[in-house]
């Protein structure tokens, strides 16, 4: 099938994590799994669309966190580009990896992530970062105990992209049937600020509610659902390509 000027960037899919940072580890592989979001590389992934797709879990480097976002000074700190706490407060390592240490894992896998996007940056004419979220905000987040929309759709406050734009994605998911709201509770995190903007090249984060697609308790998926997600972003792809 033929490319569309359309990337879509899948950045906390992958639950692979190297043997030897593994065996550093106190989470289990179910935990690992929980950290991720779960079965996005199969619903982001369409043909239509060129991909960039971590090969690695976020709790190696996360692609989503600027390269110099470390916690050195804040070890209770669950959000970086290398963390040692779990967003409940779990902690990760048997001892935090060292500033060397992070910057490595950047230099090996977050550079790599975003070489890839660059390199595909001038086929394109707007990025899709995508998601999921789980149904019932965490403790650790603002919107603690909140249920959440169908879909969040985050332009980093319309810097990423239009209102044109936003309005044109939003009106899609909604005929789609799915509940959709901007900017709350993710506004985009690095991906989008680092690669996007509105004049240049234009994008947003599309982050999908898990219970549309599996048990948050189990995380067993619903394969037709995901199959449908799926459809629901190769038609978006073929949509943004034809108004952009």
Not at 122 to 140: E, N, R, T, Y
Not at 144 to 157: E, F, K
Not at 213 to 233: F, G, M, S, T
Request: glycine content about 4%; aromatic content about 6%.
């Amino acid at each position: 099938m033929e490319k569309l000027p359309i990337l879509i960037s899948i950045p906390h899919s992958s639950n692979f994590v190297p043997a030897e940072l593994r065996q550093l580890m106190l989470l289990s592989d179910f935990e690992i799994r929980k950290s991720t979001d779960q079965f996005t590389d199969l619903i982001f992934d369409v043909p239509n669309a060129h991909i960039v797709k971590a090969k690695i879990s976020r709790l190696v480097a996360d692609p989503s966190r600027a390269p110099d976002d470390i916690e050195t000074e804040c070890r209770l700190c669950s959000d970086g580009v290398v963390v040692s706490i779990q967003e409940n407060g779990k902690q990760i390592y048997r001892n935090p990896p060292s500033e060397k240490a992070i910057f490595e894992r950047v230099e090996k896998y977050h550079a790599t992530f975003h070489a890839e996007i660059e390199k595909l940056k001038p086929q394109v004419k707007f990025l899709i970062d995508g998601h999921s979220m789980w149904s019932i905000a965490p403790s650790s987040k603002l919107d603690a105990g909140s249920p959440r929309a169908d879909v969040c759709l985050g332009n980093r406050d319309f810097v990423t992209c239009s209102r044109s734009h936003t309005l044109k994605i939003v009106k899609f998911l909604e005929k789609k049937g799915l509940s959709v709201s901007v900017n709350k509770p993710f506004r985009g995190k690095f991906v989008l600020g680092n690669h996007c903007s509105r004049r240049q090249l234009p994008g947003a984060q599309i982050e999908f509610n898990r219970k549309l697609y599996l048990n948050e308790n189990n995380l067993r998926p619903r394969k037709k659902d995901i199959a449908k997600l799926k459809q629901i972003v190769k038609e978006l792809v073929e949509m943004l390509a034809a108004k952009i």
